[in-house]
């Protein structure tokens, strides 16, 4: 009785049940089989590398759209890197926070990102000619170095590495908010504060600081890395691929500004 599932009618192994072409295939059959495409995760539900890359593309594409917008308007809309500051800050928390992911609230996020992104860039590019390109092209080297490095099994999580991770972050996030402080109270006249006014043996501290940011951010990376190793391993569902999509995305816009702020710095 021949199968009513089409998935199975249509394929020559189920094709004609109980008839002597049901138990033997022909070398062209064999090779129908051989040759057609894996199930991907649109077939499958669950997440894939595949998946998970066009994902990613996608939110760091409207980044980039929504980055060069800002960067064209901020001169006469120079509130529109603040604003993509706040939107991002606040949508960053709600999709760290959020126990299913939401890929509308990563792509505002990615667009919120992009306004911040490219409004501070211009504006560290009118102070400093060139900044901008040496950040871009510093921060693809440490993706692409700590991808590499990740792919090739030098480099791997682990729990002491990261617990390691988390205490030099509370240190950093404390640092940060006092020199904000400081600035934003008028208690330091540079823009950077205690990063460019206090130094260790002639070097400025923001340096130190920057480039100890820049290590935090690519272990970050390769925590990004190994969530979404995990997921494909363990076969979780599809829609997790947002979740490591979301979270590269905000590891590389934290380094490309670490970068920019640690070469504006250092041009002091």
């Known amino acids: 009785m ?3 599932n089409p998935a199975f009618s249509r394929n020559p192994a189920f094709a004609a049940q109980g008839s002597a072409a049901a138990t033997s295939l022909t070398e ?7 040759e057609a495409p894996s199930a991907g995760s649109q077939d499958t539900g669950r997440m894939t590398y595949e998946d998970t890359i066009v994902k990613t593309t996608l939110s760091f594409a409207l980044l980039l759209v ?3 917008a800002s960067w064209l308007l901020t001169p006469t809309m120079p509130f529109l890197p603040f604003l993509g500051m706040i939107v991002g800050l606040v949508l960053g928390l709600v999709n760290a926070f959020k126990k299913e992911p939401s890929p509308g609230l990563i792509l505002g996020y990615a667009a919120a990102e992009g306004l911040f992104v490219g409004g501070i860039s211009y504006i560290f590019e009118a102070i400093y000619p060139g900044v901008v390109v040496q950040a871009v092209l510093a921060t693809l080297v440490v993706v692409g170095v700590t991808l590499a490095l990740f792919a090739s099994g030098k480099v791997r999580a682990s729990k002491r590495a990261t617990k390691v991770f988390m205490v030099a972050m509370v240190g950093y996030f404390v640092f940060s908010l006092l020199n904000f402080g400081l600035v934003a109270f008028g208690a330091v006249d540079s823009p950077f504060g205690l990063s460019s006014n206090v130094k260790i043996f002639g070097i400025p501290l923001g340096v130190a600081i920057g480039i100890l940011a820049v290590l935090m951010a690519a272990y970050s ?5 190994d969530f979404i190793q995990r997921g494909v391993n363990n076969r979780v569902a599809r829609k997790y691929g947002w979740s490591g999509a979301f979270g590269i995305m905000v590891t590389v816009v934290w380094l490309y500004v ?9 041009r002091n």
């Open 28 to 34: 062209a059959d064999l090779q129908r089989i051989y």
């Open 2 to 4: 021949a199968s009513s």
């Open 66 to 68: 929504a980055a060069a």
């Open 221 to 225: 990376l390769v925590l990004d890395f």
């Open 258 to 266: 670490e970068l920019l702020r640690l070469f504006a710095i250092s």
